[in-house]
């Protein structure tokens, strides 16, 4: 449901149920009040056809033809029925077709349609006037409704086959409609994503009014970051070139004066410049890196270290998949590799190993030593940010900081704890490509 499109499908397939349903509804009643009233209009026209039929002589007593116009009345249980009463509700006369149907006649004449027993009734009191005095009658006919049943019940069958169908159409006029009208959200995404990849730096196009706003607002907002990330650049190159000269110099004098913590003071300067320097420069990066391999930039840097520590004669020891792929931007990939690399290969006494497994949408990077170890107590203090670098253990470096910072910044983290061997272990988590 946190999709656009799915909530707009179901409240559009809602919206067609529920218009289908109440249209069923509705139509299905306006239908049986039309059956209703035809048959109720038939059944007058059978009355008044009764009525036509009867005869009273001069002393009062009714008479009736032998074959009556309508042959349903002749047939026992037709469905079709009449009879005539008295004014005390007698039946005076009954249609042939009255007998065995068992309808029960009410005491009151229905002057209007009347559904009773399965059975609609319709009558009406007449007064059969003679020259000395008038007769009343009471004229009653009927209708099993089985008939009406069944006709409505068809219409409903009828309705709903085509009522489906159409639904089922206008479901899919929808779902193309939506498709169609969602097709600008769609292109602005796959564009956000190629700006998050570094594969394209503004979103183009023309974009529909509704959302050109928006559009235009997040053109500017990479603008301005494009402007914001350059003038940091630029104010880095002129700190670099500024302090290139004269920390040079610190450094030289540093080396040849005999005041150790001048010495001291002096690298550690140096180190944090370079640590600050490197931190600034990857802000602003695109926030989603590309895939990468990760068994080539590993094998560069293997072979480098090997040559770096031939006289030492280390076994370096890769067990990655070729195909195994990290999101993270490649100079960042060996930035980061090659400083817990070189740390491990500083340290260890005769071998380094690297592992990497992926584990559902990261890669754990596992790089062991075995030499010394970093000590439980020292192991965050050399992660720490800020001034708390200074307290990093002699000949650590920044490296494991920066690791650290480039492992967070692409969305994993950076842990150290034991190895097998004694040594140390450094597990970097990297979103998997």
């Given at each position: 449901m946190n999709a656009i499109t799915t909530r707009l499908v179901l409240l559009s397939l809602a919206i067609a149920l529920g218009f289908t349903l109440l249209a069923a509804l509705g139509l299905q009643r306006a239908f049986e009040q039309a059956a209703e009233q035809a048959l109720e209009q038939r059944l007058r026209g059978e009355l008044y056809l009764l009525m036509a039929q009867a005869e009273v002589d001069d002393s009062g007593r009714l008479q009736m033809p032998q074959r009556l116009p309508l042959p349903e009345w002749m047939l026992p249980v037709s469905g079709h029925y009449a009879w005539i009463l008295d004014e005390r509700g007698r039946v005076l006369w009954a249609a042939p077709s009255t007998r065995g149907s068992g309808l029960s006649l009410p005491r009151a004449v229905p002057a209007t349609l009347l559904h009773r027993d399965g059975h609609y009734l319709l009558g009406r009191l007449v007064?059969?006037?003679?020259?000395?005095?008038?007769?009343?009658?009471?004229?009653?006919?009927?209708?099993?409704?089985?008939?009406?049943?069944?006709e409505v019940a068809h219409f409903r069958g009828t309705l709903l086959r085509w009522l489906g169908v159409m639904a089922v159409l206008l479901s899919l006029a929808l779902g193309i409609g939506l498709w169609l009208g969602l097709a600008p959200l769609r292109r602005a995404g796959r564009e956000v994503e190629e700006i998050e990849s570094g594969q394209r730096e503004r979103l183009e196009g023309n974009y529909p009014r509704e959302i050109r706003g928006l559009t235009q607002r997040i053109n500017r907002l990479l603008e301005h970051q494009q402007r914001q990330q350059q003038r940091w650049r630029h104010a880095l190159g002129d700190l670099a070139h500024s302090l290139k000269t004269p920390l040079a110099v610190i450094l030289g004098l540093a080396e040849r004066s005999e005041d150790s913590e001048l010495r001291d003071q002096a690298r550690r300067m140096d180190r944090i410049i370079q640590y600050q320097l490197q931190r600034a420069g990857r802000a602003g990066q695109a926030l989603e890196q590309p895939a990468v391999p990760l068994a080539g930039p590993v094998q560069r840097l293997l072979r480098t270290l090997q040559k770096v520590h031939a006289e030492r004669g280390l076994a370096f020891e890769p067990d990655l998949p070729e195909t195994l792929r990290v999101r993270l931007n490649e100079d960042d990939l060996m930035e980061l590799l090659g400083n817990l690399l070189d740390n491990a290969a500083k340290w260890a006494r005769s071998r380094v190993r690297i592992t990497a497994r992926q584990e559902g949408n990261q890669v754990r990077i596992r790089i062991e030593d075995d030499g010394p170890g970093i000590p439980a107590e020292a192991r965050e203090a050399i992660l720490a940010r800020g001034m708390r670098l200074d307290e990093q253990r002699p000949g650590q470096g920044i490296g494991l900081a920066v690791a650290a910072e480039i492992a967070a910044e692409a969305g994993g983290g950076l842990d150290i704890g034991a190895a097998d061997t004694g040594g140390a272990r450094i597990e970097v988590r990297l979103p998997a490509g």
């Open positions: 007064r059969w006037e003679l020259e000395d005095r008038s007769v009343p009658l009471a004229f009653v006919v009927a209708e099993d409704e089985a008939p009406l049943v069944a």
